[in-house]
């Protein structure tokens, strides 16, 4: 056995060194042979194509003469379209392989094909445009082209992709295109899909972004600015932090930014009522969550930024599912209260994703504050002084009024009157909150027994609730705002809503420019209603539920308002002065 192997192992020996022989004789060193071009023969040089829109399956041929490798390597072919003088076609706007898998002489592109092309490219739609085409010869490591000039008439419609995609150093996705955050496309009023895309996501100022077609390159860009869509145009660059509604609308060629301070939650099911607001926390990948105690049933909402413009409601026959009610129309469905029948401590998630906007309610698994044996009273301090013997309902304590309290205010609770009972405290410092500007705000944390100052961080006039069955400590507050309308012209939905600015201690004032003969009243919508006694004067007596309409102003102009208010929130008082 051994002695076959030994004569097959030197007869396969013998054989690979006649054929290394044979081979090295074949072949030539590399740059030892040419790669000669090919001779295009269609379409002719200059030659003008209008792609017809009304055919977009229609073809255009190229065709050349072969190449010739002078030492007769395989050949293999491909088309490259690109702007007008182009000699390097390394990133080629258009690429295409011949026929049978690149061995032919000849490629049938499509004018649609050709078109989007060109589309995704920049080139405007039904323009004459004169661009390089050539054809590209490749034989083992050489290639050679050979080109020409060829004008096309791009169709007359611009290409309107289905679908985009946002991506910038401005966005969530950190810039990685294959990671980009896609736009949720709204239906038009038939139900169908429409040109209108929107996306909830969070911008950083002074970065860029963009809209993509695609999550890959190549894909239609668009960038702009001042609200105008450009194809192909600058990254649009954000101006300021936060999270944002993003519409894009390709029919117009416009784009819109909503800033979203905050979502809540609104209703019949959380503290407060139709009259309260339970703050959601931004997540990321536009989702909003919060832990919000549900102390009733019914219906309830999601509302933007305090605003009753912006509302979420259910759609009808798919509870589960959202639609913004100022939308509704335009898309074709009908909207309802959401309806909750839950009670106890619960998540609430609302996910605005390009999936579809959904909301969930599940039980809160986190580990639920220890209660705290309900003391028979409850006294408040505030720096030190005690303040008053808090208002006891079972294991609830209120407040009897709203308490004006300043910056640098410290509060504190204590069972005794004398400050040397048992104390409370929580980590939350009142006033701390995302949404300052809502018309009622609130915050609640939990409530421990020991020592511990509660820091207060904003100006204003605060109602305190003290619940030792779940630990909570609850603030709230109160912003008003001046509503500004034409009652007679354009009526109370094309109202202004004007924001005043707390001034300490009860007070608010406004600095705005107001039309005359218009109606106004003060308002926290919808809790505080506050009418004129003496509505054509200037300055006059303000009352909670009751008065009329205040139309004092005779002249256009700015005027500088104040009011004081009760810290009962039943009456107050207004002055209106010319500036």
Known sequence: MKKIYKHLLLFAIASMAITGCEKDENMQPEGQWDLIAPT????????????????????ITFSWEPAISTAGYAITYAVVIDTLGSTNFDTPIFEVASSNSGSSTSAVVSFAEIDEALSVSGYTANESTPLTWAVKSMSLSKTAYTSQTIDITRFEDEVIPTRLYISGTATENANNLSEAIQLKRLNNSEGNPSNIHEVYTSLTAGNSFKFYSENTLPAHQYGGSDGELVKSGLPITATENGVYRITVNLDDN?????????????????????????????????????????????????????DWSY????IVGAPSSLIMESQAADQGVEFEDIQSTQLGTFLVTLDLSANGYTYTIEEDTSTPPTPLTTPDQLYLFVNGNMIEELAKDGDTFTNSAYLALQVGDVVSLNTASDGSGDTFTSTMSIGSTTSPDAALVSEGATLTAGLGDIVVDRDQAYGFTINFANANFQWKYYNLFLFHWD??????????????????????????????????????????????ESPSELSGTITNGGGSNIRNISTDGTYTITTMISDDYATGTYEFVAQ
């Open 487 to 532: 009652e007679i012209n354009q009526g109370w939905d094309n109202r202004n809503e004007f924001l005043m600015t707390y001034v300490h201690p009860n007070s608010f004032t406004l600095t705005e420019t107001l039309s005359a003969n218009y109606d106004m009243k003060f308002f926290s919508p919808w809790d505080n209603d506050f009418g004129s």
């Open 40 to 59: 295009i023969t269609l379409p002719a040089a200059d030659q003008s194509i209008i792609l017809d829109q009304e055919t977009p399956n229609e073809t």
């Open 311 to 314: 509302l979420l409601k259910s």
């Open 254 to 306: 416009t784009y819109s930014l909503l800033k979203i301070d905050y979502w809540s939650m609104v209703g019949q099911p959380i503290n407060g009522g139709w009259g309260g607001d339970e703050p959601l926390s931004y997540q990321g990948n536009s989702i909003w969550s919060a832990t919000i105690e549900l102390v009733d049933v019914g219906g309830f909402l999601f509302r933007a930024n305090g």
